[in-house]
C-alpha cells in the first residue's frame, strides 16, 4: 500500500461502488501490465486512455449456476460486468476467463455461461477452467466447450501483439490435503513453450488457482509452482494472473507480478476467516462493492510499478 | 487400483436408505473416520452452501459435485480402508474402514 500514490482519490473510489462485478483490465504500458481498476476505466475513460491500449480483460469466477444468498443474481453481476467491459472505450482485443465459469460443471450452466459471452463485443475468449468446472464425473463437460485451444490438456500458449500468453490447468491433479498441482507433464511442455524465447517477451500466465501459495490451509496455491517460476524468472516481464479466491491479493516479485482477480459472482473471506473459503454473505447494498472494488496505483517507472489495494469501508 | 461391483447412486436429499451417514459442513467430513460392515451404504450430504465432492483416493467411487443438501451414496461390498477426498477442497479428507 503507498497511499499517497493511489489514482483514486475517495470520492472517485465511491463512485467505482456504482459499478458491480467487474473484471480488471490490463494496459499495455511500457512493456509492463498495468492492472487498473474496471470500474474506474468505466468511469473515468480519460484516465483509463491514459495508461494505454488496453489489451486484455481478466473475468474470473462466473460461477453461473450459484443461487445461494451471497449472491442470487449471478447472470445480472455477469451482465453487468459485460455492460462495462462493451462500454469501454477502446475495446480489449481479448478476454481471459480465468475459471470456475460454471458453479456445478453442469451442461444448463456451460450453456447459459456461454450464451451471457456471446454479449461481449470483444469476441476473443480464452479459457482455463477451475475446479468446479471439473466436478462432472467423466470431465468432459468443460473441454467438450473450451477444450479445442488446448486439444484438451487444458494447457496452451498463444501470442499476441508480441506478448506471449500461457494458459495453465492446475485444478485436476489434486492431492488430498493439498493445493493444486501442474504436474511433470505440464512442466515439461511449459519448459519446451518458453525455451529460445527472447528474455524481453513479455510473458503472461493465467491459471485459476494462484501459482504462489497465499494461505496452505485452504489450498489457495499450487504445490509445484516453483518449478514454474524457476522457467518464468529469466524473463523481463511476468505477469502471473488467477481466480479462484474471489478477492484482490497481489505481489511484485522481481520482475514478476502476481495478481489474483475478483469475482463476478460472490465475495469469499479473507484467508483464514472463518470455516472456509465459501461463499461471502454480506448486505445486498455492499455486494457491488464486494465485487467491483479495485484500486491500483501506478508508479511512472515501468519497474517501479506499485499495485495497491483500496478498501472503501 | 481395486475394483468393485458396487452400486453408485445419486439421491436427491438424505433419503433413508442408508446404513451409515456422514455430513459435509463447515468444509468438514463428520464424523470421520467410520467403521462399517461390508455391503453396508454409506451417504455423504451437503450441509454448507458451497458445493463438495466425494472423491476415493483410488478411484473406487467418486461423487459429482454435491449442491447444499444434496447427496452422494457408495456402496462398500469389500473390505479395506478407503480414502477420500473433497476434490474442489483437497484438504477435506476422510476415511471408511469396511470390515
Known amino acids: ?60 469466477d462466473t460461477h453461473i449456476g450459484f443461487n445461494k444468498e451471497a449472491n442470487p443474481d449471478v447472470n445480472g453481476t455477469l451482465t453487468q460486468t459485460i455492460d462495462i467491459v462493451n462500454g469501454m472505450s477502446a475495446q480489449p482485443a481479448l478476454i481471459i476467463h480465468t475459471g470456475d465459469i460454471t458453479h456445478l460443471s453442469k451442461p444448463a450452466e456451460f450453456d447459459l455461461a456461454q450464451q451471457l459471452f456471446t454479449r461481449l463485443r470483444t469476441t476473443e475468449m480464452h479459457t482455463v477452467p477451475g475446479e468446479h468446472d471439473t466436478t462432472d464425473a467423466t470431465v468432459t463437460e468443460y473441454f467438450n466447450r473450451f477444450g479445442k485451444a488446448s486439444n484438451n490438456k487444458g494447457y496452451y500458449s498463444f501470442d499476441h501483439e508480441g506478448v506471449h500468453f500461457v494458459g495453465l490447468i492446475n485444478v485436476l491433479q489434486f492431492k488430498p490435503g493439498g493445493l493444486g498441482t501442474l504436474g511433470e507433464e505440464q512442466l515439461a511442455w511449459v519448459a519446451a513453450d518458453l525455451k529460445g524465447r527472447s528474455a524481453s517477451t513479455p510473458i503472461v500466465v493465467f491459471a485459476h488457482m494462484p501459482l504462489w501459495t497465499i494461505y496452505e490451509p485452504w489450498g489457495w496455491g499450487t504445490g509445484d509452482a516453483d518449478q514454474l517460476m524457476s522457467q518464468l524468472r529469466r524473463f523481463g516481464s511476468v505477469t502471473v494472473l488467477n481466480g479462484h479466491i474471489h478477492q484482490i491479493v497481489q505481489k511484485v516479485e522481481g520482475n514478476m507480478t502476481f495478481h489474483t482477480a475478483r469475482s463476478t459472482s460472490y465475495p469469499q473471506p479473507a484467508a483464514g476467516v472463518g470455516s472456509g473459503p465459501g461463499p461471502l454473505k454480506v448486505p445486498a447494498d455492499q455486494l457491488a462493492a464486494m465485487l467491483g472494488i479495485t484500486s491500483v496505483s501506478v508508479v511512472k517507472h515501468p519497474s517501479s510499478l506499485a499495485l495497491n489495494d483500496t478498501a472503501l469501508a | 487400483m481395486v475394483i468393485l461391483a458396487a452400486m453408485e447412486v445419486y439421491l436427491p436429499s438424505a433419503a433413508e436408505t442408508s446404513d451409515t451417514k456422514i455430513v459435509v459442513k463447515d468444509f468438514m467430513f463428520k464424523p470421520t473416520p467410520v467403521t462399517v460392515k461390508a455391503g ?60
Open chain 1, 1 to 60: 500500500m503507498s497511499d499517497d500514490q493511489s489514482l483514486l482519490s475517495r470520492r472517485n473510489a465511491l463512485k467505482c461502488m456504482a459499478y458491480g462485478g467487474a473484471g480488471t483490465l490490463f494496459a499495455l504500458s511500457g512493456g509492463v501490465f498495468t492492472p487498473i481498476n474496471l470500474a474506474m476505466a468505466a468511469g473515468d475513460k480519460q484516465g483509463a486512455a491514459k495508461l494505454g491500449k488496453p489489451l486484455f480483460v481478466q473475468i474470473s
Open chain 2, 40 to 99: 453396508a451404504t454409506v451417504t455423504w450430504t451437503n450441509m454448507d452452501d458451497e458445493p463438495h465432492t466425494v472423491v476415493s483416493d483410488t478411484g473406487v467411487f467418486k461423487s459429482g459435485g454435491m449442491d447444499t443438501n444434496e447427496s452422494f451414496s457408495f456402496k462398500f461390498d469389500k473390505p479395506g480402508t478407503y480414502h477420500f477426498t473433497c476434490s474442489i477442497h483437497p484438504r477435506m479428507v476422510g476415511t471408511i474402514v469396511v470390515q
